[in-house]
């Protein structure tokens, strides 16, 4: 491993105890996956709160959205033979598949990029419609001039997919449906166009032939998409071998644009790599790295709802065009941050293909 | 079960044996999922060939595509331990799935509808690059105007997705990459634009959470695709509950959009049912069968390459605008026909929300 992260000493930066939750009877269990952009000269977060209702020791509590906004409340006996419930995050029940929490996307302001908070000015995002009836969860933010992209994970009994919200000011949000059809995830727009046409990552999931890959997607106007190609696979080493997919949107450097990104083993244990894609054609990867450049070594990073997770989707460029701040998921419950530098990410880069 | 298609009585109409293999050391496996259009005054299949090599007792042979055109035979000894073979289509080795059979898209023309003949006038349709090199399959052929689309399964390591081509002559093809990402197949495009859009039917699949359904998707220009919403889920009954998929592309009538689809249960067996979609906003279901308009009854259906299967793409619509010649693959080994009229069809279709 080859960890070049310098975390904050504050971190966690935010616990679920943080918030409040959304309404009576859940409570917050995860505050993780945070996209980042700036807004009015703070650097802000839109953070997944996951939530669930108390738990008991005899039932699995979870709670659903229904069509008219409201949460409908499921609770299944432990001892229910019908019960499938091994993953913290997904229990399978007669036949179908649900989360055991509920996410909504939540906007944090800071002054300094380590103290946030909530604020009146930013409404939260909830799911809405058949499409997004379990939550939204893991935005990404990228900005195209005044517009900001939101791309997020939207899951409901039709699975799980990415779907798209523009917005110029955080209050009033165009939604566009989704842009990917299941199973799609990790979704993120490039921050500018490239020979007049939109870029985006994006991970498709096969259940049969192929796997867990990054693709690239191209667009003529950010909301409808085609050219699908693959463009990095998950190889067979002990830190990115059952899933990998892209983190933020794309650094531009003038060697290429780097795409952090997230490498899942067989335990589940997720850690960070990057690629360097061609400044001109993206679909072209130049670099990649062999080591993960972050995985979970702190207690924060190891312990929580579901541990050994380091996700990150979002990151600021300090001034000096050098050092990246990166905010991320730590154990799939904490907010985190961290510092790392571009010339250390290219030292790391290895000259290798794909 | 309501079965509503009179077979032709020259079913098979095609049969492996028909054809002559692409190239030497291969035999052809199957002939089936023709997609169906109407080309200078003929009616023209462009069936799907599925090649292999010649089997032996010892071990299993299929090919690969290469990026440079030529194919690679694999072998693989059946006393293998690696080697998992239990179904006629994908064998798992060493982690990686393949194919047993490579396929390619071959166009045959016809004066009567019944008898299929080769020509010179069409070349035939290879898989090409990285995302085909297990080859292409089960074309669907939309015309818009003088613009044939062609919709065809693209088959790779990289996953299983959807690939377009559009041609005018069915000599020069231009190909448009992959439209929908994996895991996806079953796309038809629908033959006037709705509303100044154009529409497809899809057929994405999930790992977990949601199933194998059909989605809708809409585009400006019928190579970028958006908006997915899923229009029709698997149902809890004895013919569809584990697998649907849209077959060619729906039949405009005054009271709606006719969808003919493919339904599979548990075991496999494949049948036929259709959707009535609203004309002016194809994503609301008016009805669907509740019982098969077709399913797997005669020997060639039951018996072959893969049995119990009947599955259609592609149709021709007759002059009295009431008939319709169906063309289906029947156990994944031969191309079949038979007549349905839509009177019978809306008979069938229950006026119950899907």
């Known amino acids: 491993m080859n960890d070049i992260v310098t975390r904050f000493?504050?971190?966690?930066?935010?616990?679920?105890?943080?918030?409040?939750?959304?309404?009576?009877?859940?409570?917050?269990?995860?505050?993780?996956?945070?996209?980042?952009?700036?807004?009015?000269?703070?650097i802000c977060l839109v953070v997944r709160v996951a939530e669930r209702p108390e738990q008991n020791e005899f039932s699995v509590s979870f709670p659903i959205l229904k069509?008219?906004?409201?949460?409908?409340?499921?609770?299944?006996?432990?001892?229910?033979?019908?019960?499938?419930?091994?993953d913290a995050r997904v229990i399978r029940y007669k036949g179908s598949d649900y989360l055991t929490t509920l996410s909504h996307l939540r906007v944090l302001a800071s002054d300094d990029g380590i103290h946030f908070h909530e604020s009146a000015r930013y409404p939260p995002i909830y799911g809405k419609g058949a499409l997004e009836s379990?939550?939204?969860?893991?935005?990404?933010?990228?900005?195209?001039?005044?517009?900001?992209?939101l791309t997020y994970t939207a899951v409901s009994p039709s699975g799980v997919g990415v779907g798209l919200k523009t917005t110029k000011d955080w209050v009033s949000f165009q939604s566009h449906g989704l842009i990917l059809p299941p199973h799609n995830k990790d979704c993120a727009i490039f921050e500018e166009k490239i020979n007049g046409m939109f870029y985006a990552l994006h991970r498709p999931s096969s259940m049969q032939l192929g796997g867990n890959y990054i693709w690239l997607a191209e667009s003529p106007?950010?909301?409808?998409?085609?050219?699908?190609?693959?463009?990095?696979?998950?190889?067979?080493?002990?830190?990115?071998?059952?899933?990998?997919?892209?983190?933020a949107s794309p650094i531009k450097t003038p060697e290429g644009w780097i795409v952090i990104y997230h490498?899942?083993?067989?335990?589940?244990?997720?850690?960070?790599?990057?690629?360097?894609?061609?400044?001109?054609?993206?679909?072209?990867?130049?670099?990649?790295?062999?080591?993960?450049?972050?995985?979970?070594?702190?207690?924060?990073?190891?312990?929580?709802?579901?541990g050994n997770v380091v996700f990150t989707n979002g990151h600021v460029r300090h001034a000096d065009q050098d050092k990246i701040t990166i905010y991320y998921g730590a154990s799939d419950e904490f907010v985190c941050g961290g510092v790392l530098s571009i010339s250390d990410l290219f030292k790391a880069l290895e000259q290798s293909p794909a």
């Open 9 to 42: 000493e504050e971190n966690p930066l935010l616990s679920p105890k943080d918030l409040t939750p959304s309404r009576e009877g859940l409570t917050i269990a995860c505050l993780l996956n945070p996209g980042v952009f700036i807004h009015e000269g703070k």
């Open 67 to 86: 069509e008219d906004g409201t949460t409908e409340i499921k609770n299944i006996h432990l001892n229910d033979a019908d019960l499938i419930a091994t």
């Open 134 to 149: 379990f939550g939204v969860e893991d935005c990404r933010v990228s900005q195209i001039e005044e517009t900001y992209y």
């Open 221 to 247: 106007d950010g909301l409808h998409w085609g050219n699908h190609q693959c463009i990095a696979r998950t190889r067979e080493n002990g830190w990115e071998n059952a899933r990998i997919g892209g983190g």
């Open 263 to 306: 490498g899942a083993n067989e335990h589940h244990q997720y850690s960070l790599g990057a690629l360097l894609l061609d400044v001109k054609d993206p679909s072209l990867v130049l670099a990649r790295t062999h080591e993960p450049i972050m995985a979970p070594t702190q207690t924060y990073e190891k312990s929580g709802f579901f």
